[in-house]
């Protein structure tokens, strides 16, 4: 078993029958998804999905769990997702995967969220991995331009092909690659200003427990 699929399974261990469950997005959160499908089948665990991405309703729908909207329910109770980097105050970068306005506004409306990683995930301090920024493609160019002045180092993402990546919503992503983040809250602020920013990536203050993969097994942090 890898150490994506051990945190997967762990994190489905916190979903109890009747629950509203966030369904997050990611080759972590497949392993996740893909246990809460074997309890639905196997134990007739009763849940309700809400998926994250497009890619994360077809796995569920596929697996037979009930999805709905984040509009069709009440609230989330848990929302079980991956993160691209985590930092010792439980803030993090997501959006590796395209997913991140719509995991954002998931966890945002949940109760509990708890994030499955593999060691590597965890660092000292955010940056390292690009942080990823959804904008609208009218006046993306002009926004490339001004994180391009802000010595932000902003690269379009495009896939293997060279094709603009287009996220579920019909957005682009910009990369940031910006190192070293030295204040995070200050950078989401300023983000958060932006014409043109639909989200970032940096998702702080939300997260109330860690699943992490080690060699050694899964160690979890609150
Ligand atoms: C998707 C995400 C993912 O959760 C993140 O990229 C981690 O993915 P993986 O588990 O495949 O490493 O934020 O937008």
Redesign the pocket.
């Known amino acids: 078993m890898n150490l994506?699929q051990m945190v997967g399974i762990e994190a489905s261990k916190y979903v109890k029958d009747g629950m509203i469950v966030g369904l997050?997005?990611?080759?972590?959160?497949y392993y996740m998804i893909e246990e809460l499908g074997r309890r639905v089948k196997e134990e007739n665990l009763q849940i309700v999905g809400v998926p994250t991405?497009i890619a994360s309703k077809k796995q569920a729908e596929g697996l037979g769990i009930p999805v709905k909207t984040i509009d069709e329910v009440p609230y989330v109770d848990l929302t079980i997702?991956?993160?691209?980097e985590i930092d010792p105050d439980f803030g993090g970068i997501?959006?590796?995967?395209?997913?991140?306005l719509f995991?954002k506004i998931v966890a945002t409306y949940s109760k509990k969220v708890i994030w499955i990683?593999d060691q590597s995930?965890m660092v000292p301090t955010l940056g390292k991995f690009p942080l990823p920024i959804e904008v609208i493609p009218y006046g993306h160019q002009q926004v490339l331009k001004q994180f391009s002045d802000l010595g932000w180092q902003p690269s379009l993402r495009k896939n293997a092909a060279g094709e603009i990546v287009v996220t579920d919503c019909g957005h682009y992503i910009i990369d940031l690659h910006l190192e070293k983040i030295d204040d995070t809250h200050k950078l989401a602020k300023q983000l958060d200003t932006i014409v043109g920013v639909v989200e970032h990536?940096l998702f702080l203050d939300m997260v109330h427990t860690v699943i992490i993969g080690t060699p050694e097994g899964v160690k979890t942090i609150h």
């Open positions: 994506k997050g997005t990611g080759s972590t959160a991405s997702d991956g993160a691209d997501k959006g590796g995967g395209a997913a991140l995991e990683v995930k990536g």
